[in-house]
């Protein structure tokens, strides 16, 4: 079972960017969809972004557009999170996670935390000034 490893968390000021990638072990994301979720304290964990296998469709939650990116590299075979403008509602736990159907379903809504597989640890996002 591949296991998905978030990093690029970590303090950051209101106003600023952070950059959060995902990788794997054991298996290549080139064929899946990949989707970002966070989760603060407290709250349930939400669908964030979403990228599909082919990366024709890509999905942001309401909060974060204009501001986040989600971006594939196949040469690195990684898929990343661009931050940018962070605000006080942004920090929680970030994971990231696939799924495994082809084309833009997975993406073409909010992507569902339980239809995603091989979540890693997540990654830790605090703004403050």
């Known amino acids: 079972q591949p296991r998905l490893v978030e990093s690029g968390g970590g303090l950051v000021q209101p106003g600023g960017s952070l950059r959060l990638s995902c990788k794997a072990s054991?298996?290549?994301?080139?064929?899946?969809?990949i989707g970002w979720f966070r989760q603060a304290p407290g709250k349930e964990r939400e669908g964030v972004s979403c990228?599909?296998?082919?990366?024709?469709?890509?999905f942001y939650e309401d909060s974060v557009k204009g501001r986040f990116t989600i971006s594939r590299d196949r040469a690195s075979d990684s898929v990343y999170l661009q931050m940018n403008a962070m605000e006080p509602e942004d920090p929680a736990i970030y994971y990231c996670a696939l799924h495994r159907a082809l084309g833009p379903y997975p993406c073409l809504a909010s992507p569902t935390p339980s239809d995603f597989q091989s979540w890693g640890q997540g990654t830790q996002v605090t703004v403050s000034s």
């Open positions: 990228i599909s296998s082919d990366d024709d469709t890509t």
């Open positions: 054991g298996v290549g994301l080139r064929s899946y969809a």
